[in-house]
């Protein structure tokens, strides 16, 4: 579903991303953990078409998605969140969500008709799905920390994405919010057959989600493999607990 | 046309041109670096500096050196009022978003505009050249005059003494600590309260004083404000916002264009210098040698 | 106070605003004709300000652009004016398309110094360009368009050309009204604000940000144009200060001080500073000054301005009678 080969970056001479590969399967939820600094957030501006590359590339299917500007990557079924809550704020949650569903569904050209119950019942589904129907007329930034995170993934999801690109989804969240945040998000991937690819510093999120897990160490992929392959691996403890063997 | 003279000629008005510009973005440029502020109103502390520099030299007479001293004492009235203007006014408005500082100093140029008509009058005012660099001296056949060239050699002096300061001593550590990461210095205990009046007292000495020795090449008045401003907006833009030799190379290249626009376009050199801004943002949307705004 | 909201403002101020000329006074006529040109300059630049979140410091160079287009047509080449009028707003946002381009490049101070820095060149070439806009001088004895036809309308006949010029002025003002409020009412109003709260996320739900912007720029510098063009002929006259940068200082004063929150505002906004510019302009020449204090003062005190203070006031009286 998502490749990505050779990809790399540097910032004034310094390698942030220094030839990373991987490959998402469809409908797989994969989880990339790497210390910090690691060059996790690097890589989603990589993939999403915040920066570009300085070489490799990034295929979506088997198409070349390499440096695309985000709003068109968008359209092509990309969705993603980001590590600071990203929303309208003094928009409603309705109104995020709605304005969400215009943007992706083109009628942002739409200069003339009334946007005021554009897209409602498509807006209060979504907002269904994700628990927020009850805070449909709140200003979003007066939500909390978790709602708004919710919020975040209903205007993600406003575009029926097929991939969602999650950076650090659960930051910030007490124990209760974590649980019932990715308990969420596991539900609306199953239901949706969405395929997911989110980076995590909280391991037990990842262990208890992810299918698959890539670890990233000073730019590059030391470790790819299923949950228990990873706990297993010694470069990854390495990496993690220092050399303590 | 093509002369050696000629072309000699036009490159230093150009340099001439640039250095007083320099002087001038030099205190825009380092007052944005740490204070993230855009001082509109920059430009009103550089007329002002002039007219108290014409003011001052009519208070002192005819005295040995008074054009210095006035010069000086210009540009160090100014920094008190710019002083006074960011503890009492602009300090307030610190955590709020940047466009209320803008307008703020957008209020200013109203203001001070007004209160310089009010203090001087709207007729042009003049000074003449510093005794001891009147005349001029003859160079590949071009006339130069002394005081020019007086600024040309002061333009680098004044990037160099501010480069040394910022460089090699404790205060200019921290205000380079201040323009990568206010709220880090602020944490480790630095009052960021005092460096931010200070900084903003010394860029807007640089206005007062390129201001005062301005007078006698062009006349005071009312407008000067306004027209410096951009001048000074374009040269930071095309060097670099917060990067301060890009301010400097910022105004030699504006100084040249505007020199030998006027071959290509007479009387509308003033499009030559919007045209390579517009090109350098183009080309590097950060100026040619900044960072991208944050 | 609910029965108060219910009541359509709008167009019941326009009604009200229609009878001026049968009050009487030239002078009254007069300033109406302004407020409501003003009025209409700074809904324009609200569109971006407000509705976009793009600070403009150069929206008068699109002012100037629509006097001089309008005024130089009419005048000079005798062209109707519904033509001309039309041909002024065309120009103006040509103007806007090219500015806005390179503007939107930038962001935030960058994008207002580089708005201010091309209506200084627009304000240069009016300033030096003799033959065709006058120079220095201005372009004077702008005509008033035709207005006999409304001698033919019962009532209309008899008034005299300011007045007959005003209602010209009311109606083409309230079409454009009824045009900005069903654009910022439509989708792509909501795409607007979408990128004002939020350009980063606006772009990652699909939206060409930039193209937005620019399309922002455009209208908002078609209607300030055609603001422009129909104070030219107010004026009987057009000059380079149309599109000096205090005139910019002036329509964003009127927006932030009406409220740059809502729709109206700075409509609010440019009649109160309009009165207040009568009214202190009759006593002394520094208007500049008192403009300046007024900034400062919204800025400490009322950053909501007119209508935000309204607003604010009536949430406590609410909140009181219900407490």
Redesign the interface.
Known sequence: MLEVRNLRRSFGGVAAIDGVDLAVAAREILAIIGPNGAGKSTLFNLITGHLRPDAGSVRLGDRDVTGMAPHRLCALGVARSFQRTNIFPKLTVFENVQAALIAHRGRGRDLWSRAEGLFRDEAQALLRDVNLLDKADTAGGALSHGNQKQLELGIALAGNPEILLLDEPTAGMSAAETRDSMALLRRIAAERGLTLLFTEHDMEVVFSTAQRIAVLHQGRVIAAGTPEAIRGDAEVRRVYLGDRQ | MLEPSFLVGQALSGLTAAMFLFIVAAGLSLVFGVLRV?NFAHGSFYMLGAYLAWQVTQWLGVVTGSFWLSALGAAAGVAILGGAIERC?LR??YG?E???Q???T??????L???A??LWGTQQLAMPRPAGLTGSFELAGAVVPYYNFFIIVLGPLIAGGCWLLLSRTGVGRMIRAAAYDREMLAALGADTGRLYTLMFMAGSFLAGLGGALVTPVRSIVPGMD?EII?EA??VV?IGG?GSFWGTFLGAIIFGQVLAFGILILP??S??AV?AL??IV??AR?AGLLGRP?A | MTGLRRVPWAPVVWLALLCVPWLGSRFYTFLATEIAIFALFAVSLNLLLGYTGL?S?GHAAYFGVGAYACAILMKTHGVPFPLAFAAAGVAAAAFALVFGF?CV??????F???T???A??VW?ICF?WNSVTGGEQGFSNVPYPDLGWMAAVPGLGALRVADQYFLLVMALTGIAFVVLRRLVDSPFGRMLTAIRENPERAEFVGLNVRLYQIAAFAIAGAFAGFAGALFGIFNRGVFPDFAY??KS?EV?IMA?LGGMGSFWGPAVGAAALTLLNHQITAVTQ?W??V???V??VL??AF?GGIVGALAAARTRVRARSRA
């Open positions: 855009l006014l307030h408005l709020k940047d466009l209320y803008l307008l703020l957008y209020a200013l140029v109203l203001i505009g007004d209160a008509r009010i306004v951009v907006f374009i833009v916002l009387g509308f003033i499009f919007f801004m517009a943002l183009i949307p705004l | 600070v410091f390179f490049r930038s962001t935030k101070i960058y207002a110094m580089l201010l820095a091309f200084q060149i240069a030096k940068w205090s200082a964003l932030i520094y500049p000054l403009l300046g204090i900034l400062v800025l400490f950053p």
